[in-house]
């Protein structure tokens, strides 16, 4: 179960801009993502490599403050609100729900839930 601190500070890492070194820092080494009904990436290497790729077709990411975070126990839900701006200028509005399990201080599991037409 992870200390209250430690998902803020992961959080907080992701609020600054660092998506992948919140990777980095906060996943297990066999740590899984999934997005919606999509199969699941697994292991920290992956995720880390296809966030990077993520970040690569766009021109900025701004991530808005969290308002919504639930933790219970091993499992955490963030509502997580990201404006895109892509190499053309313009720029979409990502609006999810992560479902996270973690295993001490790391996250295992990730899910996220949202609608697609907003990722075109």
Known sequence: MPQRSTVDRFVAMVESGDHV???ETFYAED??????????RVG?????????????RVAAVHTHAV???LVDG???AIHWIFDFTLPDGSTRRFDEMALQTWRGEEIVTERFFYDPSTTR
């Not at 740590?31 to 699941?40: D, G, T, V």
């Not at 920290?44 to 690569?56: F, M």
């Open 21 to 23: 070194g919140a990777i």
């Open 67 to 69: 308002k919504t975070l």
């Open 31 to 40: 740590a899984s993502m999934q997005e919606n009904l999509a199969p699941p």
């Open 74 to 76: 091993d499992h955490v």
């Open 44 to 56: 920290k290497a992956a995720l880390i490599a296809h966030e990077k790729a993520a970040l690569a």
